[in-house]
């Protein structure tokens, strides 16, 4: 639905690399070419009209996005370069002053690199340990899972909501309660899940949440990282400079300002977050809950159609998010993503930066469809006409 | 080479690849070769005595095309010497960068022949020779 916003679907492509990114409508393109062309100056610098109309627009984002995740004030939105260097300041800025030697770090071995080696690394300087949830026959996290990996020494629990190869959607606010009874933290990587479901943070109760306006049609580099009031205001900055000071003075005389302009230290990526506003609308304007649906009904039809092929194993045939993970039984992964290119199919083939999935799941790389609102039942029918041939493969692969 | 037979070349030796085989032998060198903007990822086990390659196998995961190469570079290297191994080293690189190369000595290798034209393909028919280059320096230390 609503291909005709989109520039990118004029081309005769099949895109369904979502979960790496998304394609840009044209609103939101054209807001950021807007800014350039027509008020193009620095933010927080307000001394001449066009960088006022900068301050609004940018600051306007900021309430766009509370709203948009159900955070109760603008100060528990600051933005970042993306879900990466979110989750980085989450664990550098605030976990790095936490964590002593024994505290248990709980993840999944399914996480994205990006929760994964900022604790592996924070680890290694305090001596705090990496536990892993154990998964299910799914790959799934049950909440029986959690209950069990948790001890007490479980400081924080960090999960992606919807994972990016298994494409399961974990139950965030259950595992939140349990854990906030155990004064244990919450980190969620909202990368796969914020861009295809309703997200409400203070109905979840989660402390921290990370995620890039890229794969919600917005904008590369920008994120957000939403912390709840209290806990922002404990990050420390990682990054001094400008726009982020009151004074200095003296290397003891460093006055700072407060949330959240203490955690944007520099000029930040004003056409990105004005992007990533008008992303926010777009979404909104279509509804959350339509795109679920849609999405749902959708991989429902690409699932029923490849179960019917035998030369291919669906890696995650019972998660429910758009993501579909799966091989062509002896053909390596990229060969089958090499191939499906030279139809114009775009898919992701490989490890998808998870690689510690490979020790539950057992294969080390696979095709990953992944889809957003705007692929169709046609474009599926022709991803699974090229796939059901298998012959066809091993002679076009080269 | 005919289209057909260059296509049943690289279909023969990425499925049925050469001496993909494990070794646990100290006599051999090993060196990995991967490509960074892939997941293509290869041991080469690497046996040398009296200046000759005396035998080669590989593990690892890697596309077709760089499976193939690997299989089809391992056959044509067994039994030459390190002069004569660099000099096929080098034609089959020149062959894949488009620059003067001869057919001689290439055997199966000219199933490659058209590489250059897939700018993003040529480092997968190279990977094996990223690692063998590799291998061959450190025998030379």
């Known amino acids: 639905m609503h291909r005709e916003d989109f520039p990118m679907l004029k081309s005769d492509i099949i895109y369904l690399d979502n979960g790496a990114t998304s394609l840009k409508p044209q609103c939101v393109i054209a807001k950021q070419v807007d800014y350039y062309e027509n008020y193009s100056a620095n933010a927080h610098r307000g001394d001449y009209d066009i960088s006022y109309k900068v301050d609004l627009e940018y600051e306007n984002v900021r309430d766009l996005v509370k709203e948009f995740i159900g955070a109760k004030r603008k100060e528990e939105i600051v933005f970042t370069s993306g879900t990466t260097d979110s989750l980085n300041l989450i664990v550098n ?8 030697a024994g505290d248990e770090i709980l993840i999944t071995k399914t996480e994205h690199a990006s929760n994964v080696m900022p604790w592996f690394r924070i680890a290694g300087e305090t001596g705090a ?18 209950k069990k990996a948790i001890t007490p020494k479980t400081k924080v629990i960090s999960l992606a909501e919807i994972t990016n190869v298994i494409g399961d959607i974990r139950p965030i606010k259950e595992i939140t309660t349990y854990a906030h009874e155990r004064d244990i933290f919450v980190v969620v990587d909202g990368a796969q899940s914020i861009p295809h479901l309703k997200t409400n943070v203070s109905d979840t109760d989660i402390d921290f949440l990370a995620f890039s306006a890229h794969k919600m049609l917005g904008p590369t580099g920008v994120g957000v990282l939403y912390a709840k009031y209290e806990l922002m205001q404990n990050i420390e900055p990682v990054n001094l400079g400008g726009g982020m000071n009151e004074s200095f003075d003296s290397p003891d005389k460093m006055v700072l300002k407060e949330i959240p302009a203490r955690l944007e230290a520099g000029t930040p990526n004003i056409a990105g977050v004005i992007g990533l506003g008008e992303a926010i609308r777009y979404i909104n304007k279509i509804g959350m809950d339509e795109i679920s649906k849609y999405e749902k009904n959708l991989r429902s039809y690409l699932i029923e159609k490849l179960v019917k092929i035998p030369h291919i194993d669906i890696l995650n045939l019972e998660a429910d998010s ?52 705007y692929n169709t039942e046609t474009e599926i029918d022709n991803l699974v006409e090229l796939l059901k041939d298998k012959d066809k493969i091993l002679k076009e692969m080269f | 080479m005919d289209a057909e037979i260059k296509r049943e070349i690289l279909l023969e030796n990425s499925q049925n690849p050469f001496h993909k085989e494990e070794i646990n032998d100290a006599k051999y060198i090993k060196v990995n070769s991967n490509n960074p903007n892939c997941i293509d990822n290869i041991d080469l086990n690497i046996l040398i005595e009296d200046g000759k390659i005396k035998d080669i196998k ?31 080293i080098n034609n089959f690189s020149n062959m894949c960068n488009e620059e003067a190369y001869t057919e001689d000595n290439l055997n199966e290798a000219l199933a490659f022949q058209d590489i250059y034209k897939q700018n993003n393909r040529k480092n997968c028919a190279l990977l094996p020779y990223k690692g063998i280059i590799k291998a061959l320096e450190e025998y030379e230390k």
């Open chain 1, 93 to 100: 800025g605030f976990f790095s002053n936490l964590l002593e």
């Open chain 1, 322 to 373: 758009g993501i579909v993970a799966f091989n062509v039984d002896g053909i390596f992964s990229e060969d089958v993503a090499y191939y499906l290119n030279k139809y114009g199919i775009c898919v992701r083939a490989g490890n998808h930066c998870a690689k510690l999935t490979k020790d539950v799941v057992g294969v080390t790389n696979s095709v990953r469809v992944s889809l957003y609102f």
């Open chain 1, 129 to 146: 340990v990496i536990k892993y949830i154990p998964l299910d026959d799914n790959y799934f996290v049950t909440m029986e899972n959690v």
């Open chain 2, 58 to 88: 590989f593990i690892g995961e890697a596309c077709a095309i760089s499976t193939a190469s690997t299989s089809i570079m391992i056959k044509n290297l067994i039994g030459k010497t390190i002069a004569e191994a660099k000099t096929y």
